[in-house]
T-cell receptor, first 115, second 109 residues
């Protein structure tokens, strides 16, 4: 039973295209996140949703748009892909947002390559 | 703005040795201090975490030492094994986690 799953695992696309990454968690958690991990392994938070409500929206180009249809799903849509968007994108979830409730469970990642 | 700073950036340890990696944070209001472990091609996974009301927590070969006055916490890996070779991230925060840049640990046989 995969706790946090992401699809696809790999995504190779041309500059200028639009793509989506899907995330699902079966842990019953209230909070979900998107992180970007660059080639130097730096993990940067992009967005967070709590019960379908956006609570964290970091300085991310507005080409990136998250969408949470329900508590268990958080998708990421990227418009007009650029070379600099190439990275590994991780979805994560947690029970809540404070103290140990913030223990985050990560998905396996989606490696996005923009050519 | 980096809220947590890790050191050293990378570490090479002989099998059986002790790996020590450090994390410094800025905000004294933070109340949760986890270490995450990431293997190549996988997502980070929680390894061990500590709250600021204790100075040390041990789980198997992994120990967190917490120094509130110095605003530092460290991860000690005792009897390091080749299977411990991974990237380790410290993190902290209140309503969000800020991750450090990661320490790559390589344990050689």
């Amino acid at each position: 039973d995969t706790a946090v799953s992401q699809t696809p695992k790999y995504l190779v696309t041309q500059m200028g295209n639009d793509k989506s990454i899907k995330c699902e968690q079966n842990l019953g958690h209230d909070t979900m996140y998107w992180y970007k991990q660059d080639s130097k392994k730096f993990l940067k938070i992009m967005f967070s949703y709590n019960n379908k409500e956006l609570i964290i929206n970091e300085t991310v180009p507005n080409r990136f748009s998250p969408k949470s249809p329900d508590k268990a799903h958080l998708n990421l849509h990227i418009n007009s892909l650029e070379l600099g968007d190439s990275a590994v994108y991780f979805c994560a979830s947690s029970l809540g947002t404070s103290g140990s409730y913030n223990e985050q469970f990560f998905g396996p990642g989606t490696r996005l390559t923009v050519l | 703005q980096q809220q947590v700073k890790q050191s050293p950036q990378s570490l090479i340890v002989q099998k059986g040795g002790i790996s020590i990696i450090n994390c410094a944070y800025e905000n004294t209001a933070f109340d949760y201090f986890p270490w995450y472990q990431q293997f190549p091609g996988k997502g980070p996974a929680l390894l061990i975490a500590i709250r600021p009301d204790v100075s040390e927590k041990k789980e198997g070969r992994f120990t967190i030492s917490f120094n509130k006055s110095a605003k530092q916490f460290s991860l000690h890996i005792m009897d390091s094994q080749p299977g411990d070779s991974a990237t380790y991230f410290c993190a902290t925060g209140n309503n969000r986690l800020a991750f450090g840049k990661g320490n790559q640990v390589v344990v050689i046989p």
